[in-house]
């Protein structure tokens, strides 16, 4: 079993900061990319950032230049910094892992149960 578990949304004013993280654990032997999606209201779920195995990080034209996103592979942990937020980054943030689990073959998605982002106009 590998579980995702999020933590550090919460309600922030707008241009203020927020960090996020969620950590794997489970019978985990690697794990490739991993990112942060976001699902507001009315909305498809959307890519927000992810960062692969070697450190390359890819972002999404919205957050670019506001938002980082960092992982400590020791821990299994991905990390999401948000800096100058806007109410349209109200949404819930999903964390997302494509883990190669031990004794099974091939690497398969896992995702978070979501955390809530409210910023406030």
């Known amino acids: 079993q590998v579980q995702l578990v999020e933590s550090g949304g919460g309600l922030v004013q707008a241009g203020g900061s927020l960090g996020l993280s969620c950590a794997a654990s489970g019978s985990i032997f690697s794990i490739n990319a991993m990112g942060w999606y976001r699902q507001a209201p009315g909305k498809q779920r959307e890519l927000v950032a992810t960062i692969n195995s070697g450190g390359s990080t890819n972002y999404a034209d919205s957050v670019k230049g506001r938002f980082a996103i960092s992982r400590d592979s020791r821990k299994n942990t991905v990390y999401l910094q948000m800096n100058s937020l806007k109410p349209e980054d109200t949404a819930v943030y999903y964390c997302?892992?494509?883990?190669?689990?031990?004794?099974?073959?091939?690497?398969?998605?896992?995702w978070g149960q979501g955390t809530q982002v409210t910023v406030s106009s």
């Open positions: 997302n892992a494509e883990i190669i689990r031990v004794g099974v073959l091939g690497s398969y998605d896992y």
